[in-house]
């Protein structure tokens, strides 16, 4: 690791979040931030992977703190620059879904998430929370803060992501039809701190955040402070089941359900065939991955 040499505060920002909504609140979050004292400068990047790589060149120089402002995605890619780094991380929630900033306790106000974190930095405070670990089997890592979703939410993502139309919210409503024409179990291999827990099923989603997809609390009691992950799977579910299960995951009642099931586990090893799995709505790779929890692998100033 290396030691933080710098009091700059370096700023990801994604225009796009929100569906570019936000986009205004910017300066006031910049001016929020340098009531830190602090200087901040905004990051350059114009792609997923150059706003991976200009947040690891910003923390190798050392900075006080790296800010994401954005979405689940944008806080995604911040994390692979700061997990189990010596610097801060603060989350500035302004993106469609901010379930890492919910879960965390961030407030939900983009200038008072801003504010807050000023204030961590002022008085040197942060809390450290825990991240997860997935490695695929090309060996490369993939650090994320909410949930890795590897069921049919997994394959409706994959969908969406190779069509052209519609475009916005719509593209994933009309992915979701063509998917639930045509869901189907599938077996999984699944082990959780060496037992052996294979099934055959619809759902699964191993958390370290309670929700994804914007509230949808799939693993409720998950806690990013104990250590653990938590863990769901479904039994096999038709068109009907599925689509009555659904709207019970926002209020997280779907727990209750006896065809679902849930454990917690220290680590996760997940395969199936076919199956590519998507971390805080990002897509991570193919199965089979083996997901750890790090405890306190993230320093949050809220």
Not at 7 to 35: F, H, K, Q, T, Y
Not at 234 to 262: E, I, N, S
Request: aromatic letters at 4%; a positive charge; proline letters at 6%.
């Amino acid at each position: 690791m290396r030691a933080v040499t710098s009091d700059d505060i370096a700023v990801l920002a994604n225009p796009s979040a929100g569906r570019g909504r936000r986009r205004a609140l910017l300066p006031a979050v910049l001016a929020a931030l340098r009531e830190s004292g602090r200087g901040v400068r905004v990051l350059e990047a114009s792609s997923g992977e150059e706003a991976e790589k200009a947040c690891r060149r910003a923390v190798g120089e050392g900075v006080a703190a790296l800010v994401a402002v954005g979405g689940d995605g944008t806080v995604h890619q911040g994390l692979q620059a700061v997990a189990e780094q010596p610097v801060g991380f603060g989350v500035v929630p302004a993106g469609t879904g901010n379930d890492f900033a919910a879960c965390t306790g961030v407030p939900p106000e983009p200038v008072a998430a801003a504010t807050a974190i000023s204030d961590a930095l002022r008085e040197g405070r942060h809390v450290a929370l825990d991240l997860a670990r997935a490695v695929g089997t090309d060996g490369e890592v993939r650090w994320f803060g909410a949930v890795l979703a590897a069921g049919f939410d997994a394959i409706v993502n994959e969908r969406a992501n190779r069509m052209r139309w519609p475009r916005g919210p719509r593209r994933y409503d009309v992915a979701i039809l063509l998917e639930m024409a045509r869901v189907r179990p599938r077996i999984y291999g699944l082990e959780l701190d060496g037992a052996d827990r294979s099934f055959e099923g619809t759902l699964v989603a191993v958390g370290n955040c309670a929700s994804y997809g914007g509230g949808m609390r799939i693993v409720p009691d998950a806690d990013p402070a104990d250590g653990l992950l938590d863990v769901i799977v479904a039994a096999p579910l038709g068109r009907a089941a599925l689509a009555r299960l659904k709207p019970r995951l926002r209020r997280g009642t779907h727990v209750t359900d006896p065809r679902v099931t849930t454990y917690r586990a220290r680590q996760v090893r997940l395969h199936a065939d076919g199956i590519i799995g998507y971390a805080d709505g990002e897509r991570i790779g193919p199965l089979p991955l083996e997901v750890t929890c790090v405890p306190g692998a993230v320093r949050l100033l809220r």
